[in-house]
């Protein structure tokens, strides 16, 4: 398991999508498989950024680990802002017209439809997301 710690600031995005990205082709990773899993990691990142401390910033852990039977790559998130457990919302209703869905919810949409799992709890006075990606 490897794991970076960075202030929850979108600037720090680069380096967390590095971070990954290291992680992931030292696994030998294909390039389609990447590109899902850092369309997740920055969706995810940026919402901790953008809404985890209101107006102030905290830290962000992200923590990547590999497995070999099956063959994934497991990314989690950690951070001690608000409580938010962004599975606990419906997913939105991708059949109405742009105008009539509510807004939000769609970034957590894509990550739950491309990702094989994801989870949340809310432990310690920490916001815990999981999500996992076979490979």
Do not use: H, W
Request: hydrophobic share 35%; proline share 5%.
């Amino acid at each position: 398991m490897k794991e970076l710690v960075v202030k929850s600031l979108t600037d720090n995005l680069e380096s967390v999508l590095g971070f990954v990205d290291s992680e992931l082709e030292d696994c030998g990773c294909s390039p389609k498989t990447m590109i899902q899993i850092d369309i997740a990691v920055e969706e995810l990142f940026v919402n901790i950024a953008n809404y985890a401390y209101g107006s102030d910033t905290g830290p962000a852990t992200i923590r990547v680990e590999r497995s070999e039977n099956p063959r994934a790559v497991t990314i989690t998130f950690i951070d001690c802002g608000m409580p938010y457990d962004p599975l606990a919302k419906p997913d939105p209703d991708t059949t109405l017209s742009v105008e009539e869905r509510e807004i939000g919810g769609l970034g957590i949409f894509m990550v739950k439809k491309s990702m094989d799992d994801m989870t949340y709890e809310y432990r310690d006075g920490k916001n815990i997301l999981t999500i996992k990606k076979n490979l």
